[in-house]
Nanobody
């Protein structure tokens, strides 16, 4: 069983920055694909970025060039650095993990609210 705990959300003005953290416990963190999702009110949850155990990263088009995902396997933590934030980035952000051969993300954090004011 993997437990994921997010932190770092909050209220920020447009153009500002936030860094989200997700601390994992249980399982073998270094082997997992770690992802950040978000869900805005009335919208479907979307994958924002993920980071494979092999070092590959994916970013949604809407965040490319502004967000950076990173991981520290020694600390069992994945980060999402968010720069140049826009009001449309407002959402609950979730950390998730899956095994390398799994398609669906299996474990989820409780979410952290990010609100960007205009």
């Amino acid at each position: 069983q993997v437990r994921l705990v997010e932190s770092g959300g909050g209220l920020v003005q447009a153009g500002g920055s936030l860094r989200l953290s997700c601390a994992a416990s249980g399982g073998t963190f270094s082997t997992y694909v770690m992802g950040w999702f978000r869900q805005a009110p009335g919208k479907q949850r979307e994958l924002v970025a993920d980071f494979t155990s092999g070092g590959s990263t994916y970013y949604a088009d809407s965040v490319k060039g502004r967000f950076t995902i990173s991981r520290d396997n020694a600390k069992n933590t994945v980060y999402l650095q968010m720069n140049s934030l826009k009001p449309e980035d407002t959402a609950v952000y979730y950390c998730a993990s899956r095994g390398r051969v799994q398609i669906q993300f299996t474990y989820w954090g409780q979410g952290t609210q990010v609100t960007v004011s205009s």
